[in-house]
Each structure stands twice: as structure tokens, then as C-alpha cells.
Antibody, heavy 129, light 112 residues
Framework: QVQLVQSGAEVKKPGASVKVSCKTSGFTFTYYAMHWVRQAPGQRLEWMGRVDPASGKTYYSQKFQGRVTITRDRSASTAYMELSSLRSEDTAVYYC??????????????????????WGQGTTVTVSS | QSVLTQPPSVSGAPGQRVTISCTGNTSNLGAGYDVHWYQQVPGTAPKLLIYDNNNRPSGVPDRFSGSKSGTSASLAITGLQAEDEAEYYCQSYDSDLSGSVVFGGGTKLTVL
């Protein structure tokens, strides 16, 4: 079945970096964009960025530009999100989520009409001294 | 604050109909971007409820429906059930943010 399985909880000190993985199965990895969304305790969902697995192109929220790096390993059907220069405000649950790409001929393109239809279970990242 | 504005809370009795609004502007909903809705039960990951303004993924009951007009969108839930108690988020894109994904602030639905 379709699954997104994320790596386990992390505890980091301020200034450190964290890398969260999202291993996918049950579908063709390159047909779906992979988003990263976080949620601080009691707060709303916050989009961080996405990677288009076929091309590897990445797009980031202006808020996290320069601090976040999203990558993918096509051979392992896995996406990664690395956040650097951590501070206490980065304490949150981090989710990966897939979104179907559109296709015209042999070219895949981002499709705004599709939502994020499968989510990982979330990874809790705690930043504390 | 969020680019998309939702009421913090709504409530209704079992069997009733409730609506949750999502208000944007000309750079997001009014620019023609589609809106999607998610349901999040506390302690769990969000679940896609409505995509492309008014489409339900398979498995989502037809008690849930969406609509969009101009700079606003809404989610309607009919025949309210206790299990519908959750947080609901709208999501779209914003051209002023280079087409980035934007979420509403979330609406807590309480079933009385």
C-alpha cells in the first residue's frame, strides 16, 4: 500500500542541524512532488518547500530560504529535509506529503489542482539547550 | 498571521450542517489558484478532504463538499457526526510569494 514513513524523533541543540527522511513505497516516486510541512505546538500548518523528484528541482518558502535543503534519492524512493541553524522556534512536528504531478506528453509538471493526498506520520523535532 | 483567513472555531449539533470559510485576496484565491481542504484530528497527520475546490478523494463521505468563488472558498459538512470534530485547514497558492503553498490558520470544529 501507499506509505510515507518518516525517520524518528530528534532532539537538537540551538545552532545545530537536523535531517529528516521520508521513505516512500507503493507508488512511482517520480510521479509525485514531495512537500515538507511543519506544525509547531498548537499552531497552524506551515509549508517549508517541495522537491519534484523527476527533475530534482526544489522550491522553498521565503521564510526558510537559506536554512532548508530538500533533496531526494530516486534509487531509494526517499525524500529528505535538512534544516540548519536551529532555534527553539523550530520545535515542531515535521511532515512530508506527496502531491501528484501532471503530465503533458512525456513532461511532468506541477499540478495546482491536486492536493497533498498522502502524508507521513510526522517527525517531532525538539530544539532545546 | 495567515495569508488565508479562517474562523478560529465553529460548532454544530449532530445532524446539523456547518460551513467553514476561507478568505483570501487577488494574489491567491482571486488569482485563480485552486483550494484544497484538510482535516486534522489532534495528534495525527492531516488528511486531504477536498481537492481542486470541490472534488473528494475516494473514501471521503459526500457529507463533505467544497466551493470557491472569487477570493473566498468554503467547506460544508452536512449530517454532522461526532467523528467530524477536528481542525480544518484550507490551502492554496500565492503569486506574491512566488507561487508558494499557503495554508489558512485552521478552524476547530466542535460537535456539541
Amino acid at each position: 500500500q501507499v506509505q510515507l514513513v518518516q525517520s524518528g524523533a530528534e532532539v537538537k541543540k540551538p545552532g545545530a542541524s537536523v535531517k529528516v527522511s521520508c521513505k516512500t513505497s507503493g507508488f512511482t516516486f517520480t510521479y509525485y512532488a514531495m512537500h515538507w510541512v511543519r506544525q509547531a505546538p498548537g499552531q497552524r500548518l506551515e509549508w517549508m518547500g517541495r522537491v519534484d523528484p523527476a527533475s530534482g528541482k526544489t522550491y522553498y518558502s521565503q521564510k526558510f530560504q537559506g536554512r532548508v535543503t530538500i533533496t531526494r534519492d530516486r534509487s531509494a524512493s526517499t525524500a529528505y529535509m535538512e534544516l540548519s541553524s536551529l532555534r527553539s522556534e523550530d520545535t515542531a512536528v515535521y511532515y512530508c506529503a506527496r502531491q501528484e504531478m501532471g503530465k503533458v506528453g512525456a513532461i511532468y509538471h506541477y499540478a495546482y489542482e491536486y492536493g497533498m493526498d498522502v502524508w507521513g506520520q510526522g517527525t517531532t523535532v525538539t530544539v532545546s539547550s | 498571521q495567515s495569508v488565508l483567513t479562517q474562523p478560529p472555531s465553529v460548532s454544530g449539533a449532530p445532524g446539523q450542517r456547518v460551513t467553514i470559510s476561507c478568505t483570501g485576496n487577488t494574489s491567491n484565491l482571486g488569482a485563480g489558484y485552486d483550494v484544497h481542504w484538510y482535516q486534522q484530528v489532534p495528534g495525527t497527520a492531516p488528511k486531504l478532504l477536498i481537492y481542486d475546490n470541490n472534488n473528494r478523494p475516494s473514501g471521503v463521505p459526500d457529507r463533505f463538499s467544497g466551493s470557491k468563488s472569487g477570493t473566498s472558498a468554503s467547506l460544508a459538512i452536512t449530517g454532522l457526526q461526532a467523528e467530524d470534530e477536528a481542525e480544518y485547514y484550507c490551502q492554496s497558492y500565492d503569486s506574491d510569494l512566488s507561487g508558494s503553498v499557503v495554508f489558512g490558520g485552521g478552524t476547530k470544529l466542535t460537535v456539541l
